[in-house]
């Protein structure tokens, strides 16, 4: 079946745009984690969803970012008034219960210019 | 400052030289281990964890409590094992969820 999936790939952003990254977890999956990975870092924990429950965002760098999963499928991160500092690869994992497996997609990477 | 360490960004190989990826860890307690492998064009993916005690594709990893070390080593390189192997782990105590801490990755080249 399908993996997770993450639109866009690429994103090129003006500094102080407003973007908004999108992951679709594999269906079924409970458990929606979002990353971020800076160029030659690993990837760093930003928050955790459980369904449409955000049960940890203690990762999120700052209020300018913003992270929902409504209907406890489809999960979107949003930042605001991008930084250059927030140029990075995003990526989006899920796993069937919080401690299965963790299937991750391919990433979104953002250029802040 | 807790944290994942992997000591070498590059490690260069030839075919069939043994292999060991360096990882240690700064937690106190007992972290569940893991390393993740991304090859060119590929996702993120699981390798191994320490408490399956398995090897996959050759590759062992053994967790050095005493050390606070997590090696993972192969016998014989492939030219197919050129990637990115990132450790990871969960710190203690666990969270009930999977909230990974990662190191920095060591690239893995291996020549003909």
């Known amino acids: 079946g399908a993996g997770v999936s993450q639109s866009p790939r690429y994103k090129v952003a003006k500094r102080g745009q407003d973007v908004a990254l999108r992951c679709d977890p594999i269906s079924g999956h409970v458990s929606l984690f979002w990353y971020q990975q800076a160029l030659g870092q690993g990837p760093e924990f930003l928050t955790y969803f459980q369904n449409e429950a955000q049960l940890d965002k203690s990762g999120l760098p700052s209020d300018r970012f913003f992270a929902e999963r409504p209907e406890g499928s489809v999960s979107t991160l949003k930042i605001q008034r991008t930084q250059q500092e927030d140029s990075a690869v995003y990526l989006c994992?899920?796993?069937?219960?919080?401690?299965?497996?963790?299937?991750f997609g391919p990433g979104t990477r953002l250029t802040v210019l | 400052a807790q944290r994942v360490t992997q000591p070498e960004k590059l490690l260069s190989v030839f075919k069939g030289a043994p292999v060991e990826l360096k990882c240690n860890y700064s937690?106190?307690?007992?972290?569940?281990l893991f390393w993740y492998v991304q090859y060119s064009r590929q996702r993120l993916q699981l390798l191994l964890r320490?408490?399956s005690r398995e090897s996959i594709k050759g590759f062992t990893a053994d967790l050095n409590k005493g050390e606070t070390s997590f090696h993972l080593k192969k016998p014989f390189a492939q030219e197919e094992d050129s990637a990115m192997y990132y450790c990871a782990l969960i710190p203690p105590p666990p969270g009930g969820y999977n909230k990974l801490i990662f190191g920095a990755g060591t690239r893995l080249a291996v020549h003909p």
């Open positions: 937690y106190s307690g007992s972290p569940e």
């Open positions: 320490h408490i």
């Open positions: 994992a899920s796993s069937h219960g919080p401690r299965g497996d963790l299937f």
